[in-house]
């Protein structure tokens, strides 16, 4: 014996309304008997709710339907051929149409994720650009877009991200100088304006982030990257944090506080002029150069550990 369809709720007759409306607009006209059997419904459901579909329409600002404001078929195939014909239709049809202020909001973010794609998305996004400009309510005469020059590495470490491929490159850091880095790319992302890179350093062995505009000499390998990593799994902090990191504190002025931006201080008090910042560090060396940076002004606060160590450089340094 048959198990007879469970009683479809509310909810289930809305949805299928908003699936059965796109449908007749891309089927047009339709049999009840080819819409029953595609959504899997008796034709006298599919009749009824057809009738109500014809009873809805647009309010205007002061909340009245008109007749050319609702769905509407031809009535004479519905009840004597069972085929539904739609004759008017309203606001699904309709083509949204962007402001000058948001199209140009749009061309703004498509122009910088075009600087980061393969060739073939970069096509896409181009022709999207070029869409999107067309589709303004207000033409595209007033919208005028310039993206910020890329830095020089970004292509390359973007094909070898789109390859599957290391990046060999000179990294120049503020504080370190510059060193040959083999990574495995992960991600390039901007944030406010600046292009980095999340990538498997192999010389540090732990996932690290890159400012693109301090790269050198940016090379792309014809080896297989090593580690496979998800960039969905990234953490949401630019900068990554490792179990063997050092956590210290470091005290300064505040007028100083700027020498240490580098580094992703974290602010822990501040008072009298002074600020307490909290600072992941990968090595003592890197703990030794961010205190050399403003000598005499900058003070470890903790751990213990680290403050005897930084003593000891220093007085080692007379």
């Known amino acids: 014996m048959a198990t007879a369809k469970p009683r479809a709720q509310a909810s289930d007759r809305i949805t299928l309304l908003l699936s ?3 449908y007749l607009l891309q089927n047009n ?4 008997a080819e819409v029953a059997e595609n959504f899997d419904e008796k034709p006298a459901t599919i009749k009824k709710m057809i009738e109500d579909l014809t009873s809805m329409g647009v309010p205007d600002r002061a909340g009245d339907v008109y007749s050319n404001q609702m769905f509407d078929i031809d009535w004479d195939l519905f009840e004597h051929d069972d085929i539904i014909s739609l004759t008017n239709t ?5 083509t949204p149409r962007f402001s000058g202020r948001e199209a140009a909001t749009l061309l703004a973010g498509l122009s910088l994720i075009e600087q980061a794609v393969d060739a073939n998305t970069k096509s896409v996004i181009s022709e999207l650009i070029r869409k999107v400009a067309r589709g303004s309510s207000q033409g595209t005469a007033e919208i005028t877009i310039s993206a910020p020059t890329p830095p020089s590495g970004l292509e390359t470490v973007t094909r070898a991200l789109s390859a599957g491929v290391h990046v060999e490159f000179e990294y120049r850091s ?5 060193a040959t880095r083999l990574v495995d790319p992960v991600r390039v992302e901007n944030v406010a304006g600046t292009w980095f890179l999340r990538a498997w350093c192999h010389s540090r062995e732990a996932l690290r982030t890159f400012r693109v505009d301090r790269l050198e000499n940016v090379r792309m390998l014809d080896t297989k990257i090593d580690i496979a990593i998800d960039p969905s799994t990234l953490p949401d902090t630019l900068f990554d944090v490792s179990d063997t990191d050092i956590v210290a504190v470091l005290e300064l002025p505040t007028w100083a506080r700027s020498a240490l931006a580098d580094f992703a201080p974290r602010e822990v008090r501040s008072a009298a002029g002074k600020v307490q910042l909290e600072i992941n560090f990968g090595s003592l060396e890197s703990v030794f150069r961010a205190i050399s940076l403003r000598p005499g002004l900058i003070t470890v606060v903790s ?5 005897a160590h930084v003593a000891a450089w220093a007085t080692s340094a007379l």
């Open 20 to 22: 059965l409306v796109p």
């Open 29 to 32: 006209p339709v049999s009840v």
């Open 90 to 94: 309203v606001a699904i049809d309709a």
């Open 174 to 178: 503020p504080t370190s100088g510059s």
């Open 303 to 307: 751990p213990e550990s680290v403050r």
